[in-house]
């Protein structure tokens, strides 16, 4: 699927406009199989924590991305520590992409103590603040006023930081989507926003959600470039994310990279999907983005069945360790909760005071 890149004629883009599926001299080989190893330990990661859920190891909900990973890894796989993600409740895999431990994140899935927040937000809203990750929210493309807000901050800071901020097609009928774009828009803030094009808010089809065939083109109502691409392709994600990234650290602005992707199950755990044709999910399964990316390697000689099953053995135990720290870990106790959302408030009013004062 070629990259589709809708610009406005202001707009003074960086952007490679080639085909998203062209070979790109620039990726070396050890960086394609960084990916696809990334997307594989990511699928096995939201399998292990899909089984976990119905074995009702730990409460609550789980939103799985699989069928999705080429757009979370090939967006982030490269971030600086610096750099910001706002994920939305389905980004959990952009957690370990970006180099959380698999302990904090299965600690914060099972609410326990250890976790980043004390337990605090378990499940499903991961997020991970030595490494600028914001804990999502289950509102609707809440995370975009935040991430926007980062970006702002580091403007201000005149410091080369971007922030990723995720959302689904169903969050661009919401103001909170508008309102995040038009601000960093007139800002030309240093910020990429991936729209995961995955067909289904929640059980509302993408048709009833917007009457324009690419999401991308909805950029060009905020003046900063539109972008359309593959979402199960990792390499053109990867390519098309590094060039929006290097351009919002440049000074460049804003971009909207719509990745037309698939879910492979329900909305969460506790959906049916019953709305969907078993058809268009076997078509889509068939485009799996791993399965695809081991095409790929296998004709530039670079996979082999036997490195795959050694990347899972060796991930497996990974796995294994971290879900036993989890269920050893001790329940946070009520008081222990409240000291930490005190203490949250306070760092929180500081780190405001910091970002937005004029010596700072």
Known sequence: MATKVKEPVAAAASINHGSANSDNALIGNDKLKQLYSTM???????????????????????????????????STV???????????????????????PLTAMFSQLY?????????????????????????????????LNIGTGIALANQMKKNDN???AFSGEGSTSLGFWHEALNFAGVRNLPIVYICQNNLWAESVSVKLQTKVEDISLKAIGYGFPGITVDGNDVVAVYRVAQEAIERARSGGGPTLIEAKTYRWYGHSEIDPAKYRTAEEVEEWKAKDPIAAMERYLSAKKLFTPDWKQQI?????????????????????????CLDYLYSFDIRERELNRKIYSPQF
């Open 40 to 74: 594989l330990k990511c699928r096995l990661l939201e399998e292990r924590a899909r089984i976990l859920k119905k074995q009702a190891r730990f409460k609550g909900n789980y939103y799985a991305a699989v069928g999705q990973e080429a757009t979370a890894v090939g």
């Open 78 to 100: 490269d971030l600086r520590p610096e750099d910001a993600i706002a994920p939305s409740h389905r980004d959990f895999i952009a957690n370990f992409i970006k180099g959380v």
């Open 111 to 143: 609410g326990r103590s250890t976790s980043p927040d004390k337990g605090r937000s378990a499940p499903a809203h991961c997020g991970y603040a030595p490494l600028n990750i914001i804990t999502p929210s289950s509102t609707i493309a809440a995370q």
């Open 162 to 164: 971007v922030v990723v």
């Open 312 to 336: 899972t053995d060796e991930f497996a135990k990974e796995l294994d360790a971290a879900v036993e720290v989890a269920e050893k870990a001790p329940q946070p106790e009520p008081i222990e």
